[in-house]
């Protein structure tokens, strides 16, 4: 830590060493680079006293000290500094305090004769700068070399010795790391825990025992490929690989935050994220229609839908709050979004300071955030297939009895009175005390569209959308501004039922939350320690210094947009392909997939990354293609039992001598029990649905305004991917098995063992039902015989036939649930249906049943 006397003459010298704090090295005289390592220490004193008191300063002579080519053109009064020539450098006349020039620092204590004496000599050994960058500010260069900032290089596919196991290059690179360390890898898995395995990591949902026996039986030499290209291709792989990309997307079905009101639309953009994965979308289209599909030439529907991705941001409805701030804080969770999901880095971390352990600047982080500025969140309407037609014929007639309804309640005469008052106590807050509360509810509940905005445009320039988004505010919030008793006698609750009753009674069409470009640019700046209000420096759109930039012309979310997928930016194929590696072995190549940076873990296979990442891009970032060369592999196809022979050599099995055994997601966990019992629907898309759950969840919601109303038919057994999501009360049952919160990215689940969760799955009542229509199937699928009906739950369950011993244990344990049942007719009532034939045998058949779904083979894939 600096000594007083050095955080003072930090203080005081920060405006001219502000352009030196880039980086350590030998460009620097040592008490300079002295300096520079206390910069980390000290960077909110240099933004406060540089940014804060000498901005406009800087910004009005033309001088440029942070850029070493401004400093030596100098600005307005000719150059700061002439390298070779101290005593004339205008530098040092002011630092000096020479008679006649403006001393600087302008304020605080003058900097000392050792210190000017610092500056004097680096000037006269020629004043060399730090390496620039074309944006004018130095490049940090402290961990620019790190591996991941450098560009893809596709290595050579190393050479065996044990060649006849290398089914692909994959398998080279593993076995080349294996071979040093005089590791074998493990044999190949049998092929029905093959096909488990596929299946479940391609589709999330396990093989029919008749799928099985076809694969076990199917000798053919490409039956292994055969099998994984049905899978890429089966509509159930968009919603298994969804339920991956909304952990990043951070999806949820409600605001977040104390009200927490229910987002009707929000699943259109999970539609378009299944979709775009079960149509092979290239990834860096991908990317680009989810981060800018707005600003695509002639952009279409389905990718402005793309564009909910940054619309999965939590918003805040509470009275009070300030709504620019949470404008602010949605920016910077979209930027810093951006940089977890595509750059793999923590760059929200240099939102309030210069990140301590990455060369990123907090001028790159304001860099970034600036390309989302000026987005504006915007509501439109996104039909879905066969809606347009009956809306079409329709709508004449509904827009015709809406009017009906208004006109009877007197509503187009009472909203323009009103919005002429709204609209005057916007500009005179406080003068209309009672008017100033309906102004805030209209600022803070307006649903489905900015209520500000459309207020503040003429009747005529409001879309129809729009306008019915303001009606219907206005008719169910008119009480705010003339009183309970008013509000009654106008008896507007009354219409308000009606026109709810009138829309139901109509076909409408699908509305999706995507976000646009703000016509009026906004003016972005740094915030010094990150505070909103404390303007710093003003930045334009560019990316992060120390990774290749974009052109100045290029400002654009667009421009970003391309960038991170272009040759420019290294770090999104590694990160994605690490992911990717992720979702098939339990954890990536680099095991931090959310931090690439230099306090991230370093990749166990680094060669072969950088082949993945090659292979990817070069392969036009087909998604599926290259999941099929990992799934491919031998490595991936590799028997999962231990081996106890390298647990001290490698316990963390990051060589990849045996494949993971790993639990699986929460979703996929019920999903399961569903499939194996007969009770999940297959349908694909649509709204988010509720099934049951324990009583008292949503009542922790504020003030009782969470409503769970429980699907029915079908829909109570749709897959868990479309289970709506309440964040401020999430499902239990996806939460216990360490779900992510949906209010941050998360690139990684963890997977955590707790009691609870065993409770969970003996307990809940979905596992029950699970439990005992798989009972009843077994009851009519299978023989009569103990052993036969046995082996078919076990092919159902775990795709395999039981062991003899497994089937010795569970035949007693049969025989004493039944003389246990017949001593409580009660709980064989809670099992079974009364006119269930055989009611004890049945019931028992339930317990097995539950033994079956709660087994660690059950909910692990192998």
């Known amino acids: 830590m600096p000594s007083r006397r050095e955080w003072r003459s930090l203080r005081t010298a920060g405006l001219f060493i502000l352009g030196l704090t880039a980086s350590a090295g030998d460009q620097l ?75 600087m620092p302008p304020a605080g204590a003058p900097l000392t004769a050792g210190e000017v004496g610092i500056l004097r000599a680096w000037i006269d050994q020629g004043a060399k700068w730090p390496r620039l960058v074309a944006n004018g500010s130095p490049a940090r260069l402290r961990g620019a070399s790190h591996w991941a900032f450098q560009p893809i290089r596709r290595p050579d596919v190393p050479i065996v010795q ?150 999965n941001t939590l918003t805040n409805r509470e009275g009070g709050v300030d709504n620019e701030q949470f404008r602010f804080e949605n920016v910077m969770d979209r930027a810093s979004t951006t940089g977890t999901v ?183 700046y740094i915030r010094i320690r990150g505070n909103y209000k404390n303007l710093g420096a003003e930045v334009t759109p560019g990316t992060p210094a120390f990774l290749d930039l974009l052109p100045a012309a290029q400002s654009t979310r667009l421009d970003l947009a391309r960038w991170l997928v272009s040759d420019q930016n290294p770090l999104t194929a590694r990160v994605a392909v690490n992911r990717f590696w992720q979702e098939f072995f339990g954890q990536g190549l680099v095991r931090t997939s959310e931090d690439f940076g230099t306090q991230g873990d370093r990749p166990t296979h680094p060669e072969l990354l950088d082949w993945l990442a090659s292979e990817f891009t ?83 919601g504020y003030a009782d305004s969470v409503k769970w109303e429980e699907s029915k038919g079908e829909e109570r057994y749709r897959r868990a991917l479309y289970i709506h999501f309440q964040r401020t009360t999430p499902y239990p049952l996806l939460v216990n098995f360490d779900a992510p919160r949906g209010d941050v990215s998360v690139c990684r689940r963890l997977r955590s063992n707790t009691p609870l969760q065993a409770l969970n799955l003996l307990n809940d009542p979905v596992f029950l039902e699970a439990a005992q229509v798989f009972a009843s199937r077994l009851s009519k699928e299978a023989p009569r015989r103990f052993e036969s009906r046995l082996r078919y739950a076990y092919q159902l369950a775990l795709g395999r036939d039981p062991a003899p011993v497994e089937q010795q244990r569970l035949e007693k344990f049969f025989r004493k649930q039944k003389r246990i049942l017949k001593q409580e007719p009660g709980s064989i009532s809670a099992l079974v249906p009364p006119k269930c034939p055989d009611r004890v045998g049945q019931a028992a058949w339930v317990v097995l049943s539950s033994v079956l779904l709660n087994l660690d083979e059950f909910i692990t894939r192998e």
Not at 36 to 47: G, S, T, Y
Not at 401 to 406: A, D, N, P, S, V
Request: hydrophobic share 35%; glycine share 6%.
């Open 618 to 700: 070069r392969d036009a970032w087909r998604m599926k293609r290259i999941q099929k060369t990992i799934v491919m592999s031998a490595t991936y196809r590799q028997s999962s039992q231990s081996r106890p022979e390298l647990q001290a050599k490698d316990p963390g099995n990051a060589l990849l001598a045996w494949q993971s055994r790993v639990r699986l997601p929460a979703e996929l966990i019920r999903d399961e029990s569903l499939a194996v019992s007969g009770l999940l629907s297959p349908k694909i898309g649509g709204p988010s649905v509720k099934p049951f759950q324990p009583a008292g969840v949503a009542e922790l």
């Open 342 to 524: 595509w750059l793999g880095l923590t760059v929200g971390c240099a939102q309030c300071h210069d990140h301590k352990f990455d060369p990123i600047t907090q001028r790159d982080f304001y860099r970034l955030a600036a390309f989302f500025d000026n987005a504006e969140e915007t509501d439109i309407e996104a039909p879905m297939p066969n809606e347009l037609g009956p809306w079409l014929h329709t709508h004449n007639e509904y827009r015709k009895k809406r009017q009906e309804l208004l006109d009877q309640y007197q509503i187009p005469q009472l909203q323009k009175e009103w919005e002429a008052k709204m609209l005057e106590t916007a500009a005179n807050p406080g003068k209309y005390t009672d008017w100033d509360l309906a102004w805030e509810v209209l600022l803070k509940l307006t649903v489905g569209g900015d209520g500000e905005k459309i207020i503040h445009k003429k009747p005529e320039e409001r879309t129809q959308r729009e306008q019915d988004i303001l009606t219907s505010h206005f008719i169910k919030n008119y009480a705010f501004a003339v009183g309970d008793k008013k509000y009654k006698e106008l008896k507007f609750k009354e219409l308000d039922s009606a026109l709810t009753a009138l829309q139901e009674a109509y076909p409408q069409l699908t509305q999706a939350p995507t976000i646009s470009e703000s016509l009026t640019p906004r003016r972005s």
């Open 29 to 103: 005289p040592p008490p300079v680079d002295r300096l520079v390592d206390f910069q980390r220490e000290v960077q909110p004193i240099f933004e406060q006293h540089c940014y804060a008191c000498h901005g406009s300063q800087l910004q009005t002579s033309g001088l440029r000290l942070d850029d070493g080519d401004a400093a030596l053109k100098g600005g307005n009064s000719g150059a700061a500094i002439k390298p070779g020539d101290s005593a004339t450098s205008p530098l040092i006349l002011r630092a000096a305090g020479v008679s006649g020039v403006i001393r």
């Open 162 to 311: 044990n060649r006849s196991w290398v089914r692909n290059p994959v398998d080279a690179f593993i076995l080349e790391r294996l071979e040093r360390e005089q590791i074998k890898p493990s044999p190949e898995a049998d092929k029905a825990t093959l096909l488990r395995r596929l299946s479940l990591d391609l589709t999330g949902l396990p093989p029919t025992p008749e799928e099985v026996a076809a694969f076990v039986h199917d000798n053919r030499p490409d039956a292994y490929e055969r099998r994984v290209d049905s899978l890429l291709d089966s509509p159930h792989y968009g919603e298994r690989w969804a339920r991956f990309w909304l952990d990043l997307a951070r999806y949820g079905d409600s605001d977040g935050y104390e009200k927490d009101w229910t987002r009707p639309y929000a699943w259109r953009y999970r539609d378009w994220v299944i979709n775009a994965l079960n149509a092979d979308m290239p990834f860096d289209e991908f990317t680009i229609e989810q981060l800018a599909g707005d600003l695509l030439p002639k952009a279409t529907v389905e990718q402005r839908v793309a564009t909910g991705f940054h619309r």
